[in-house]
């Protein structure tokens, strides 16, 4: 990215690559930043009761790093929708038509386990490991 200075001419705001890599240093963080990921709520039909079981005793969400529900997406690292975006609340359907998806979580409503496996997938892509066991063979999320 260059913008220009009125002064002095161009501005760079990126080094690519950058000038010292520190691997290790990177591997850590991206460790720190996959088991402490802040979602926000946003529940938009029935799959919301289904978000908020996965915080209760049972599923605990806090065992895996997401632990904070925050309220507005300035407080947050994750955003899950919950449900349908329809053209009543943003003018189009899909959500990912309006921000970048990393994570598809299946059902109607998705189950609390469901809702867990999409989370530890995020992990992983935000890591390149698996930190926690997959289910078992035959046994559907």
Do not use: N
Request: hydrophobic share 45%.
């Amino acid at each position: 990215m260059a913008a220009e200075d009125q002064v002095t001419g161009p501005v760079h705001f990126d080094v690519e690559p950058p000038l010292i890599r520190f691997q290790l240093v990177e591997s850590l963080l991206d460790i720190c930043r996959s088991m402490s990921l802040w979602p926000m709520t946003f529940g938009l039909a029935c799959c919301a009761i289904e978000m908020m079981a996965v915080g209760m005793a049972r599923f605990d969400i806090a065992r895996f790093g997401a632990e904070v529900f925050r309220p507005s997406p300035r407080q947050s690292d994750l955003m899950i929708v919950a449900g349908t975006v329809t053209h009543k609340i943003a003018i189009v359907e899909g959500v990912d038509r309006i921000v970048p998806v990393d994570v598809y979580v299946p059902g109607c409503p998705p189950r609390p386990e469901a809702f867990l496996e999409g989370l530890f997938q995020l992990q992983e892509k935000i890591t390149g490991k698996r930190w926690w066991p997959k289910p078992p063979d035959g046994q559907e999320v």
